[in-house]
């Protein structure tokens, strides 16, 4: 019998850039449905986020989300990871949410039938069958955000990265991303800088300078992690900032 895929695998990944190792042997083997990935400004967390995703290439190791090697076959990868970045305007093209959706389905191989299709069940699985032809400047960031989930939901992704999507949103829109987000039963890898929204979750990795500082239950690594980032916040001192 062959070995059951494992969700996310990362063996030693390494990436340089312009003479800059960014990241150092991070490994990580996955089945979790939440993991978090903490750590301070400029560690590596985006730059993981984006080794993940496939849409940077390391120079060592390898990463495999679902059995995909998400660097070398991207076409799998876009059925595999989907990524939610800080800012959608940064991730939005098109003038229409229904053109938006479909980009990536397109991109995917679909037919015409089949991306109509997807687009439409999407729509309507968040109750927003009437923005197939909304103007996406119209909408406010918070439904920017939205379409941006619902666009990377419509390829049916394994897995799905967080890139602090919170981050520029009121407390009431994000509550209401977050509630679509925990009725997914896609695993979702949450980047963020607070520990205490993660206590639930299934596994954490803290990244210091490029590196895994600690891996293993969300619990103990956010307490971990809080513990030292106090301690170097009390110092008055800013010769210490990373990156
Ligand atoms: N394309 C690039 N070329 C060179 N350096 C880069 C590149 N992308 C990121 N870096 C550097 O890599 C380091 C890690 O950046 P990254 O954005 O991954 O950190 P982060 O943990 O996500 O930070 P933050 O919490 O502030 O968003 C930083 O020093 C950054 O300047």
Not at 43 to 64: E, F, I
């Given at each position: 019998m062959s070995k059951p895929l494992t969700l996310i695998e990362l063996d030693s990944v390494d990436l340089e850039i312009d003479?800059?190792?960014?990241?150092?042997?991070?490994?990580?083997?996955?089945?979790?449905?939440?993991?978090?990935?903490?750590?301070?400004?400029?560690?590596?967390?985006?730059?993981?986020?984006?080794?993940?995703?496939?849409?940077?290439?390391?120079?060592?190791?390898?990463?495999?989300?679902?059995?995909?090697?998400?660097?070398?076959?991207?076409?799998?990868?876009?059925?595999?990871?989907?990524?939610?970045?800080q800012n959608p305007d940064h991730q939005i093209i098109f003038p229409t949410v229904g053109e938006e959706l479909a980009f990536g389905l397109k991109q995917m191989g679909l037919g015409k039938a089949e991306v109509a299709d997807r687009v439409s069940q999407t729509l309507e699985g968040f109750g927003k069958a009437s923005w197939l032809d909304a103007?996406?400047?119209?909408?406010?960031?918070?439904?920017?955000?939205?379409?941006?989930?619902?666009?990377?939901?419509?390829?049916?992704?394994?897995?799905?990265?967080?890139?602090?999507?919170?981050?520029?949103?009121?407390?009431?829109?994000?509550?209401?991303?977050?509630?679509?987000?925990?009725?997914?039963?896609?695993?979702l890898v949450h980047i963020t800088h607070d520990p205490q929204t993660i206590l639930s979750y299934d596994h954490a990795i803290w990244i210091e300078a490029g590196k895994v500082e600690m891996q293993g239950s969300a619990g103990e690594v956010a307490s971990a992690f809080e513990m030292a980032m106090r301690k170097l916040g009390e110092r008055d001192d800013f010769a210490d900032l990373s990156g």
């Open positions: 003479g800059k190792q960014l990241l150092r042997g991070v490994s990580l083997q996955s089945d979790a449905q939440r993991i978090a990935v903490m750590g301070r400004n400029g560690s590596g967390k985006t730059t993981l986020a984006r080794v993940m995703a496939g849409l940077q290439v390391p120079n060592g190791g390898a990463v495999r989300i679902a059995g995909v090697d998400v660097a070398r076959d991207r076409r799998g990868a876009l059925g595999a990871v989907g990524i939610l970045f103007a996406i400047h119209q909408l406010s960031q918070g439904q920017k955000q939205l379409v941006c989930l619902m666009a990377i939901l419509a390829m049916g992704p394994k897995v799905i990265i967080l890139d602090e999507p919170f981050a520029g949103l009121d407390i009431p829109t994000s509550m209401h991303l977050e509630r679509a987000l925990s009725k997914l039963e896609t695993a």
